[in-house]
């Protein structure tokens, strides 16, 4: 039925699981309201829906008053354009059985649709449509999928699904008794637990049960640890032989496209590709955890997943076949800058965000169905462009009881560091700090979130958990050096406070949640708030938020500086001390120049100079260092700190070329930043 | 040789490591240069280190995490130079000279290492504990005995991997030995610098990328040494 006939024929109702779903949103403000405008139709609204999103607002939980706020926001537009209407009041019953009693009530009388995402109500609803005892009109009931479209819920998926605690966006449990029967303790009831006895039901057969085994994925109980056991095999096909597949017949392995630990991948005369394992790689549990695998076929665009097993002429197992992948590892195609900017020379911030987004797209998909990538690292995730990406190398993904069994430092969990991976499963939880991670280094291309200055080697950083970046008035102050904090302090703040809360061990933030932030991340560069930059050169300051810090390096030549203001209140808090960067810079020069003095050098007798560069000596002068003055105070004592109530300027970050006033100075850079920035051109 | 850096060669290496956010792997090659690698040796070793660096060049990822220094010994210690981006290396043209001052180059190189890890963890860059390899056709002409415990305390400490490779028959391996009390040195079959450098570059990949695990997890080293 197309969406003009269902609102010219049917009532409608639309649960609040589906209003404060995010991937409604094209659905709800757009698509929905057109074709009740042009029917004249109003869908119906009961008033416990309408109270249930206002509780919501103030939800604990951020992200549930994040989504509730949006959901009121839309509901509030359709009743300003006369395109709902509210029904009922405040002593129905909670929103869930509001409308299944009315369902019940007035299915006789009339068309009855509701939009919903949760496959309980779902399917509740829809069994309304088996109760034999009354001739009632069928009742519709449908949900608004991943890629934002209205579909019809099929009650056998709906059966298959449940028991599973993965009701997408289900802002609160639906009451007990109902929920307890129908979930079988997968749903935590979170507050509302009311009975409410006047609809009566029988509860759905199916519901309960395990999932079909075909359908999708249980989640692991216990690790298979066994060790593995290579079968013994003829002959391991190469480039230019024939393979075979039971499903895509005689296969001629043509061209060699990648190679790893593991095996070759082979591209075929029938345009799919074909991994082949190395012989002792073929193994006996590969083989059992690839048929299992091939029993849910997993079909989104993107994501390379078994299409059937690949044997050699003796009809013995040496491999698998996949859909093709396009685009370049995003290690090496866009976590260097000068790469990034070559591969992508186009892109803005904005398609950072949105390649984020369509990453966490899929991982979502691939965790609806108990799915975990476990060593999800930027290897293998190709990258054609912002919206097109390929996950490869899915036959390590974690699977019911087979674990996967690789994993790379940066993106495992703290308390999972230095574990041997194919000894244990891993938790969703796990999996949200390698999506955290992710996504924290497609926002800040390449470095890693726990980089920072002390730091040690990757492993250590994570386990010490110090996430070196700030959010509001918390920080440690350690964020490393480089375009990194700039990036980070233009991020928006609730972005920045679910990647906080997820280092900083508080709490991990979800697939969803990210994907939420970063749509609205997008929204907000979309409309100029946020700058676009890829690699923005300053902190954002808004200009109501400047103040301005005194550098109290003794030798600083321009002492003052404009930075945001919760900054100087920091600062402040901690006593005042404040080093400008170029200073710092200075500093760690210097300090560099010191550990000339290390133990066991002092026997390098062989020590010549070059005379270029002579070595400091103790007490001497340091080398001199010649900043910018600003300008038109170039007689002033540069030991004197500028009040800092007059109005300061900007630091300038490099003086004017000396070949304006004399050319022939020009080759002859005076001061340090001059010399520097001539020997960097060289190089670019 | 000159251990201390001008503002500029600061500034360079300070860009480098603020831009670059991959994790570093510094590598310190000491080698012998002394006069008795004249001939074929010195030819065979200029093109190893050749070979080597060529290959990490191509290795997109390799080269942006090592981090190369060369120190030679031979006559006196030279810094050829120091921790970089392997672009603006050039690849050194090595010639033989003079006695052995294995325990000064050593020493230098530890130095170099020492002011690479404070650069690092100075501009919030996270790095792996780095490599040293040590490979000299004789017996050293200075006293190692510093410089050996130096490595031998780092290595115990697992701050560090050398990889003490003699060549020819006249390598004191015994030397060799006493600056790595874990990995047994290895002697060079032959001349083959290249297969040895081309497993050090394999390793090198290896760990720069997918599992960059604490433990260096090297190649089967069958191609080129006997033990």
Not at chain 1, 105 to 127: C, E, M, P, S
Request: proline content about 7%; overall charge positive; charged content about 25%.
């Amino acid at each position: 039925m197309n969406l003009q006939n269902l609102v010219k024929n049917y009532k409608l109702f639309i649960d609040t699981s589906t209003w404060m779903f995010p991937d409604s949103q094209n659905f709800l403000s757009t698509e929905l309201p057109h074709a009740l405008l042009e029917a004249k139709e109003q869908i119906k609204v009961p008033v416990r829906i309408i109270e249930e999103v206002n509780r919501l607002m103030t939800h604990e939980k951020r992200e549930t008053r994040h989504k509730a706020k949006k959901a009121a926001a839309l509901l509030k537009s359709y009743f300003d354009h006369e395109i709902a209407r509210a029904f009922g009041s405040s002593s129905d019953p909670f929103a869930d059985q509001t409308i299944l009693y009315v369902f019940q009530q007035f299915r006789v009388k009339y068309n009855l649709a509701l939009i919903t995402q949760d496959r309980g109500l779902a399917l509740d609803t829809l069994n309304l449509n088996n109760q034999h005892a009354v001739q009632g009109k069928r009742i519709y009931v449908y949900r608004i999928n991943e890629s934002g479209a209205i579909e019809e819920w099929n009650p056998e998926r709906i059966k298959v699904s449940l028991g599973r605690d993965d009701a997408p966006s289900r802002p609160i449990a639906t009451t007990a008794p109902v929920n307890e029967k129908r979930t079988s303790g997968s749903h935590k009831p979170e507050s509302e637990t009311k009975p409410w006895s006047q609809v009566t039901r029988t509860r759905p057969a199916t519901a309960g049960k395990k999932p079909k085994p075909n359908e999708m994925f249980a989640p692991g109980t216990r690790v298979i640890t066994q060790k593995e056991t290579v079968m013994q095999i003829g002959k391991v096909p190469d480039i230019g032989e024939t393979v075979y597949s039971k499903v895509y017949g005689a296969l001629h392995l043509q061209k060699e496209v990648g190679s790893g630990g593991e095996g070759k991948i082979f591209v075929s005369n029938n345009g799919m590709v074909c991994k082949i394992y190395k012989r002792d790689r073929i193994t006996h549990e590969r083989y059992h955890k690839l048929k299992r695998m091939l029993e849910v076929p997993i079909d989104k665009p993107g994501i390379c997943w078994p299409k059937d097993i690949i044997t050699n002429g003796s009809s013995e197992f040496v491999g698998y076949i996949m859909e093709v992948a396009d685009g370049k590892p995003m290690q090496t195609a866009m976590f260097q800058k000068p790469v990034l900017e070559k591969n992508f020379p186009k892109w803005t911030r904005k398609d950072l965000v949105q390649l984020a987004i369509s990453i966490l797209g899929k991982i979502a998909y691939l965790h609806e169905r108990n799915i975990i990538i476990g060593d999800l690292n930027p290897l293998n995730i190709l990258i054609k462009n912002e919206k097109e990406v390929y996950f490869v190398d899915t036959d390590s993904y974690q699977i019911e009881n087979y674990p996967c069994p690789v994993g790379t430092i940066n993106f495992t969990a703290p308390t999972l560091q230095g574990k041997n991976f194919s000894t244990f499963l891993r938790t969703f939880e796990d999996e949200y700090f390698a999506v955290s991670t992710l996504v924290f280094m497609i926002l800040h291309p390449g470095k890693p979130p726990y980089s920072q200055l002390g730091g040690g080697s990757p492993g250590e950083n994570i386990k010490k958990m110090e996430f070196p970046y700030p959010c509001g008035e918390k920080g440690k102050g350690t964020a490393p050096d480089g375009p990194w904090k700039y990036i980070w302090s233009h991020l928006p703040y609730k972005l920045k406070e679910a990647l906080y809360d997820t280092f900083t061990g508080e709490k991990r933030a979800t697939p969803e949640e990210l994907r939420d932030l970063l749509v609205e991340y997008r929204q907000l560069i979309s409309n100029g708030k946020l700058g676009d930059e890829l690699f923005p050169s300053g902190h954002k300051i808004p200009k109501d938020k400047e103040a301005i810090v005194t550098c109290t390096d003794r030798n600083c030549t321009s002492p003052t500086v404009i930075v945001h203001i919760d900054f100087k209140e920091k600062v402040e808090k901690r006593g005042g001390r404040f080093v400008c960067d170029p200073c710092k810079l200075r500093r760690k020069y210097e300090k560099q120049m010191r550990t000339m003095g290390m133990p066991g050098t002092s026997h390098t007798t062989n020590q010549r100079n070059s005379g270029q560069y002579p070595p400091p000596r103790q007490n001497n002068p340091r080398p001199t260092w010649v900043r910018p003055q600003p300008v038109a105070s170039n007689t002033g004592s540069t030991q004197t700190k500028p009040n800092t109530a007059t109005k300061p300027r900007p630091v300038q970050a490099r003086p004017q070329p000396a070949a304006r006033t004399n050319p022939g100075a020009s080759t002859q850079p005076k001061t340090f930043l001059d010399r520097a920035i001539n020997i960097l051109k060289k190089f670019q | 040789m000159s251990l201390p850096f001008s503002p500029e060669e600061f500034m360079i290496s300070k860009q480098e490591l603020e831009l670059n956010p991959s994790s570093r792997v510094p590598i310190c090659l000491v080698l012998d240069t002394s006069y008795s690698m004249n001939g074929e040796p010195i030819k065979e070793l200029n093109n190893g280190v050749k070979l080597f660096m060529e290959a990490i060049r191509r290795d997109d990822i390799a080269c942006a995490s090592a981090e190369l220094s060369l120190v030679t010994f031979g006559g006196e210690v030279k810094q050829l130079f120091d921790f970089g981006s392997i672009h603006r290396q050039t690849i050194p043209h090595l010639a033989v000279e003079g006695v052995t001052p294995m325990g000064a180059a050593v020493n230098h190189a530890l130095d170099l290492l020492e002011r690479r890890k404070s650069m690092y963890s100075d501009s919030g860059v996270d790095y792996f504990q780095p490599w040293i390899v040590i490979m000299t056709d004789g017996a050293p002409t200075d006293d190692i005995t510093i410089a050996a415990q130096r490595t031998s305390e780092l290595v115990s400490n697992k701050k560090l991997t050398v990889f003490p490779i003699g060549i020819g028959p006249h390598a004191d391996m015994t030397t060799l030995h006493q600056f790595s009390p874990k990995r047994r040195p290895l002697r060079l079959k032959g001349l083959r610098f290249v297969e040895f450098f081309e497993w050090l570059s394999k390793s090198v990949s290896a760990v720069s990328q997918s599992t960059p695990g604490e433990k260096v997890k090297t190649e089967a080293v069958d191609d080129w040494a006997e033990l």
